[in-house]
Nanobody, 126 residues
């Protein structure tokens, strides 16, 4: 599976961005898709995940209510709509795929994910 992330950029605080992660080599419709982010000098952290089976979604507390993860199985793509962005959202965002239908409590762990895309940089200015 190859994952290609796009949509990063520079935005002012309060603005919005939409990230996309396109999968090739294997249909995304049978994978759990997720987004992680890593800010300079910090560890990678979970942002959001969405299951292929029932589209259940999971969010980090820091983005709940502001970010929305969605999937388009026909286009083999997972999106992350980010609204009301804050300077602390500045990071490199990476998409990931889990092929093993891991339980929800594990979806926040990077080790669960089998495939990773390259990152896309999001910069939020104050």
């Amino acid at each position: 599976v190859q994952l290609q992330a796009s949509g990063g950029g520079v935005v002012q605080a309060g603005g919005s961005l939409r990230l996309s992660c396109a999968a090739s080599g294997r249909t995304f419709s049978r994978l759990t898709g997720a987004w992680f982010r890593q800010a300079p000098g910090k560890e990678r952290e979970f942002v959001a995940a969405i299951r292929w089976s029932d589209r259940s979604s999971y969010y980090a507390d820091s983005v709940k209510g502001r970010f929305t993860i969605s999937r388009d199985n026909a286009k083999n793509t997972v999106h992350l709509q980010m609204n009301y962005l804050k300077p602390e959202d500045t990071a490199t965002y990476s998409c990931a795929a889990d092929t093993r239908s891991s339980i929800s409590s594990q979806l926040r762990l990077p080790s669960v994910y089998d495939y990773w895309g390259q990152g896309t940089l999001v910069t939020v200015s104050s």
